[in-house]
Structure formats: C-alpha cells, structure tokens
C-alpha cells in the first residue's frame, strides 16, 4: 500500500501543474460553500445584535419589518412621523421602563443623522446588555453638539472640537446643506458593531433648530435666522419619526403592543424587534437558498473538472499505467493508484479551502466588522459543516472512481502495443 | 301621513341598527382594522421566569366553521364545546411537564353569541399559567383541535429572546 502511494504521489507531482490547478478550484468552491454558509449566520447574528436591547419600535402605521428597518438600521425611509404628544403619552404607559425618541432624515456626508436625548446614551443596548461607551469626550449638552459613531469618526477623520454642517435629506450628493448653523463634536462613541457606529448623534432640539427657518424642504428665501438666536424659540419637537421602547417586564410586550396599536389619537405601530428580524429573513431565505445552490452547483463543477483532469490524464499515463502492469501490477492495483488521486486531491482541495477561508476572514475580518457590522470570527468547523465538506469528499471520491473503473478495464496490452 | 305601526318599527330599528353599525366603524376606523384570514392565526407566547402568557387571535371561523350567532342547536352546541375547550387551555398549550405548570387564567372575548350581527368576527385569548421551574418547551395542540387551523404564526418573547415561528399543521413544538 505504502509503494502504492509513493507511486501515486511521484506519479501527481509529475502533473503537478494540472493537479494543482484543480485542487485550487474545489479549494475555491469549497470555501465559497463555507464562506457563503458563514456570511448568513454573520448577518444574521449582526443584525440581532443591534436589536437585542429593544422590546418594542414605536412608529407610524406601516409594515413592521419597515419600521425596523428605518428605525433600526437606518435603511430605506419613513412615509409618516408620529406626533410628540403620542410619543409622550406612550412613554408614560405604567409598563414601559425607558423609551428613546428618534428624529431621522438628516444627514452628513451619506451618514444619517439622529436627533435623539440623553435617554440614548443612558438606555441604549445591544448584543448582550451591553451599553453605549464614549471613547472620547462626553454626551452632547449643548444646541449645537454632536456626538460621532466611531465608524464615522474614523473614516472623515473627525476629532473632538470639530466643526461640522449637516445636509438636509439623505442619499443624494448635492443636497442643501445647513451651513449657518455648524455643529461641534463633544464626544466620540467606541464601536459596536451596530449601526450607531456610522451616526451622527445631535439633540432633538437641534434638529427643529436647523428647520427653523426652512420650508418645503429648503430655506426659506431672505429669512435668516441667525444660530445665536434661536434659543429664543420654541424648539420642543412636534414630530418623530420613531422610538425605542424598553419594558420594565419584557414578558408585557404583547399587552403593551396592543395599547399601542390600539392608540385612538393617532394610528402608531408598536413592532417587536426580534418578531420583524425573523420576518425579514424568512423573505431573504429564498435568496439564501438560491446563493446556497449555486455555491453547491460550483462545487458540483470543481469536482467534474477533477474528474475531467484524471480521465485526460489516463490517455497520458497510457505507458506508464501499462508498464505498472507489465511489472506486476494487477488491474486493482491501477484503479487503487486512480481512486488514491482523485480522492487525495479532493481532500487537498478541501482543506486549502478551509485553510484559504480562515485565512480570508482573518485578514478581511476587521474591514467587514468595521464596514458592515459583520463579525466573522475565526471559528472552528461546525457540525453542519463538517457534514457538508463530508459530503464533498465522498462525493469527490466517488467521482473518481468513474477514470480509475475506466483504466481498471483496460487490457494488459494496452499502451504497450504502438498502435498504427 | 299615517304610518302603518309595524313599518314605522321596522324604520326605527333600522335606522338605529345603522347608527350603532356607523359608530362600531367609526371607533374602528380610529384603531384601525386588524387583518382578517381565514385559516391563519397569531399565538403570542411570552415567557418570564415561571410565568406563561399566552395570547391568541384568530378569526372565529377557523374554530368554529362560521362567524356568524349561532342559529341551530348544533351551532349552539359548537360554541358551547369551545367555550369550553378554551376553559382548559392546558389541553391545548402543553407546557413541559417538568415544569409542572398550572392555568392561571383565562380570559376570552369575542365568542358568537344570539346578538353577534358581524360578517367577520375574531375570537381574542389570553391564558396564563404559573409554573413551579421556567418551561422550556410548549407542545400546541391547536392543529388537532382546529382542523380548519392552516397556518399558525408564533411571537414569541422568552429568555432566549424574541422570535417569530410560522408553524403548519405538523408542526407543533416550540423550545427556547
């Protein structure tokens, strides 16, 4: 046996630059297999770690996933506000603990502004209970004071005692800016890996501040009304666009659902968090599934091409399988040294895949953590997926079987008589 | 004009059933109209330490068969026979027995009765129960109970957090 693998490898390392070549590509789609298998449970527990604190989004009436989405994760936009006096009223609701009023629509340089109060920095949660830390500085006090996510701190390269104006809006690049009215950043918070990190934290006030002498969503022509001033008005917000409800017992969630949603003076939505995540990702489970079946059908191609490479090879290796057998070997022997290949190879394949894998997310890990939140931690292999690169290896084995059968049928004679 | 008495009756109840129909809508249009499909229901199960509430909604006809007052004796004997089924909500909710959980309450609204005049109607349940360790694991009961049940949508709030499970005939053990 041993002389047999000798052979086998003297025989692969002769066409090591085929054999390597394949080995590359199951490496490739193995570590696709994996790495697309890794990323869905990355997202996954990213994305319930920015909502692990909250018992309940307070918004206007609309689909609840929208609302977590808008409120949460700063993605896509609110089609109505929800009044203060609502707000207040439901934050006075005996079972609810803390509540965070959110102001949303502003922004600086693509990042969302939230205007938001004390209560943010003070009940804020996510991942496990764990709360809001200032790296530098301290919590806005002032009118016209900011506090940075750490992603954006880090990536504008803002430092305590900046000066910065907000847009009006977000998403386009030429939007109107508030320019008369610059803020000052007072504190930068430590990273989360949520999507506070890539906010812009201001008072409540300071939003309606910067409204104030706008309209229809420009300033109002000739009417200035100057920073130093606008203390003199009332700058007590009418409008919101969310809140984040935190409970004294989480297990009344339902009952104060419903007091929400039954709320006669204005149509609010109370939409449990965690309830609207795993609503989202049962519409996202398709895609999954879809992603999941092209990475097998990828995997599915690595292992043809091995197959293709070991059956080409045999018209190559004509002489020298013939003279194994003219030596002594028997046709066993022969489809021992293919199936040997093609398994080994496989194995190869899997494990540069593995190794290539890890080695991906050690390097990346960092940059997708810091830009998307995702976290891929250097894991050991999990179960499922010592069952799936089973399933390729014996998959690969059995694939290779199909040239080793091939040349296992040949006769004796063949490769060593020339033919004409 | 002299009106005929048994007329004038008819008008006068009309006219006041169409007020009380004009103000059941108006407080509904303030609160808005919950969705309402047959064969889909929502079982809202929150779990704190060794306390279980659970909550349900469902449109009556997927208990029942129909929405409407009962009519005949056997409708009667319908509603009789879930009114009592959901007295015992221990044999639709079976909370792991090492918990040895009890039924704290229940408490139903919405059941047909001689004066129910909707064409749709939701039955709303809250039950909760006490248990002597926190359950870990509740078996529903609801599919075999309910046949015309189809699709069951579960909230649920537990120590382990908050999720959402869409259960189908079959399938009817939540862990957490």
Known sequence: MSALLRIALLSAWNRRLTLGLTVLAIALAVALLLGVER??????????????????????????VQLMLYSVFRIGGATHDIGWDSYEAIARHPDVAWSIPLALGDSHRGFPVVGTN??????????????????????????FETVLGAEVARRLGYRLGDRITLSHGSGAPNLAEHDDKPFTVVGILAPTGTPVDHSLHVSLEAITAIHLDWQGGAPI??????????????????????????????????????????????????????VALDELWRVVALVE??????????????????????????????????????????????????ALEGGGVTLAGIGLGLVGLELLAWLAGPLL????????????????????????????????????ALAYRRALGDGLTPRL | MRMNPAFAFCLAAALALAASAAQAHGRARKTGHAAHVHGQARL????????????????????????????????????DAL??????????????????????????????????????????????????????????????????????????????????????????????
């Open chain 1, 289 to 338: 599934q879809v992603l999941l079946g092209i990475s097998a059908l990828v995997v599915a191609v690595g292992l043809a091409g091995l197959v293709a490479v070991i059956l080409a090879s045999l018209g190559e290796r004509r002489r020298e399988l013939a003279v194994l057998r003219s030596v002594g070997a028997g046709p066993r022997h022969i489809l021992a040294l293919l």
């Open chain 2, 44 to 79: 809202m199960l929150a779990v704190a330490g060794n306390a279980v509430q659970i909550g349900l909604e469902t449109p009556l006809d997927n208990l029942l068969g129909f929405e409407h007052a009962p009519r005949t004796a056997k409708e009667k004997q319908a509603v």
């Open chain 1, 118 to 143: 004390a209560a943010y920095f003070e009940h804020f949660r996510y991942g496990r209970e764990r709360k809001l830390a200032l790296a530098q500085g301290r919590p806005f006090a002032g009118l």
């Open chain 2, 83 to 176: 009114r009592a089924r959901l007295d015992t909500p221990q044999t639709l909710f079976e909370l792991d027995p090492a918990a040895r959980c009890q039924v704290e309450s229940v408490r139903i609204a919405g059941l047909p009765h001689a004066r129910t005049a909707h064409d749709h109607a939701d039955l709303e349940a809250d039950f909760s129960f006490t248990c002597a360790q926190p359950p870990r694991a509740l078996t529903l009961q609801l599919f075999s109970a309910f046949p015309r049940l189809q699709r069951l949508d579960v909230e649920q709030v537990t120590p382990a957090g908050q999720a959402l499970h869409r259960l189908g005939p079959g399938q009817s053990r939540l862990e957490w």
């Open chain 1, 369 to 404: 953590e810091a830009r998307l939140g995702l976290t891929l931690a250097l894991q050991g292999v999990t179960l499922a997926e010592l069952q799936r690169l089973a399933a390729v290896a014996a998959t690969g084995m059995a694939a290779s079987l199909l040239p080793a």
């Open chain 1, 221 to 274: 022509p000739g009417v200035r009304i100057a920073a130093a001033h606008v203390e003199k008005f009332d700058l007590r917000p009418k409008t919101l666009t969310a809140a984040l409800i935190g409970l004294k017992q989480r297990a009344a969630v339902f009952k104060v659902q419903r007091d929400i949603n039954r709320y006669a003076d204005e149509p609010l939505l109370a939409a449990l968090p965690g």
């Open chain 1, 39 to 64: 990323s869905r449970v990355a997202a996954r527990t990213s994305f319930a770690q920015s909502v692990s604190g909250t018992d309940l989004i307070l918004g206007a009436r609309t689909s609840p």
